[in-house]
């Protein structure tokens, strides 16, 4: 996987060192968690805060976790205390409680804003003509925002909304993008991921409890 990852940066006249791969551990089973870890792989990502406060807190040291799943307000603390980076920031409400916890906390996470580049109406995610100003609004809030996320619609090729993605991360000055999932890693790296998420391409099929 990450011969391919470099393969794929070095194809788009990338430094293989400026794509992070987030291995996403939800719903597989612990072996293979153990497995990956002792690999040597150190960043995962979970969609669910109630799977990962019982897989990651004894697997922590040296792990970088984060979030890649919907955020419920009422669970803001709890993924503050959880996740080093929380990549769904996707609603005012949210942003709202996030800021007010991480004053609590006296601690921010890292933060992506999740844009629902294919304005689907079941996804979460600003829409792209909303974007700019919510990325605004969170940094009217002193969050911490570093860059977009998106998942495409799953039946479109995945390049327009890769595309879309980067550029409403280039106009707002934000460095990361993550996108790409198993079956489309290669073509985010080519759009210009600085992060992809990959799971059974990774893993193996996931195993729902
Ligand atoms: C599950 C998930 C992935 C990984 O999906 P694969 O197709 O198994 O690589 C990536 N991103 C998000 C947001 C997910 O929920």
């Given at each position: 996987?990450?011969?391919?990852?470099?393969?794929?940066?070095?194809?788009?006249g990338?430094?293989p060192?400026?794509?992070?791969?987030?291995?996403?551990?939800?719903?597989?089973?612990d072996?293979?968690?153990?497995?990956?870890l002792?690999?040597?792989?150190?960043?995962?990502?979970?969609?669910?805060?109630?799977?990962?406060?019982?897989?990651?807190?004894?697997?922590r040291?040296?792990?970088e976790?984060?979030?890649i799943g919907?955020?419920?307000?009422?669970?803001?603390?709890?993924?503050?205390?959880?996740?080093?980076?929380?990549?769904?920031?996707d609603?005012?409400?949210?942003a709202?409680?996030?800021a007010d916890?991480?004053?609590?906390?006296?601690?921010?996470?890292?933060?992506?804003?999740?844009?629902?580049t294919?304005?689907?109406?079941?996804?979460?995610?600003?829409r792209?003509?909303?974007?700019d100003?919510f990325?605004?609004a969170c940094?009217?809030?002193?969050?911490?925002?570093?860059?977009?996320?998106?998942?495409?619609?799953e039946?479109e090729p995945?390049?327009?909304?890769?595309t879309?993605?980067?550029?409403?991360?280039?106009r707002?000055?934000l460095?990361?993008l993550?996108m790409?999932?198993?079956a489309?890693?290669?073509?985010?790296?080519?759009?210009?991921?600085t992060?992809?998420r990959?799971?059974?391409?990774?893993?193996?099929?996931?195993?729902?409890?």
């Amino acid at each position: 996987m990450l011969d391919r990852i470099a393969a794929a940066a070095r194809e788009a006249g990338r430094d293989p060192g400026d794509v992070t791969l987030v291995a996403v551990s939800k719903q597989q089973p612990d072996e293979r968690i153990e497995a990956m870890l002792a690999a040597g792989q150190r960043v995962f990502g979970e969609n669910r805060v109630q799977e990962a406060r019982v897989r990651w807190p004894p697997r922590r040291a040296g792990v970088e976790l984060r979030l890649i799943g919907p955020l419920q307000t009422n669970k803001a603390r709890e993924a503050l205390a959880l996740f080093d980076v929380i990549e769904t920031l996707d609603r005012e409400s949210l942003a709202r409680t996030l800021a007010d916890e991480i004053q609590r906390a006296g601690a921010a996470p890292r933060l992506m804003v999740q844009v629902n580049t294919g304005e689907e109406p079941q996804k979460a995610g600003v829409r792209p003509p909303q974007a700019d100003a919510f990325i605004a609004a969170c940094r009217a809030r002193d969050l911490p925002v570093e860059g977009l996320m998106c998942i495409p619609p799953e039946l479109e090729p995945p390049e327009r909304h890769f595309t879309l993605l980067a550029k409403i991360a280039g106009r707002n000055g934000l460095a990361k993008l993550s996108m790409g999932m198993s079956a489309d890693y290669e073509v985010a790296i080519r759009c210009g991921a600085t992060s992809v998420r990959v799971g059974s391409a990774l893993f193996g099929g996931r195993v729902p409890r």
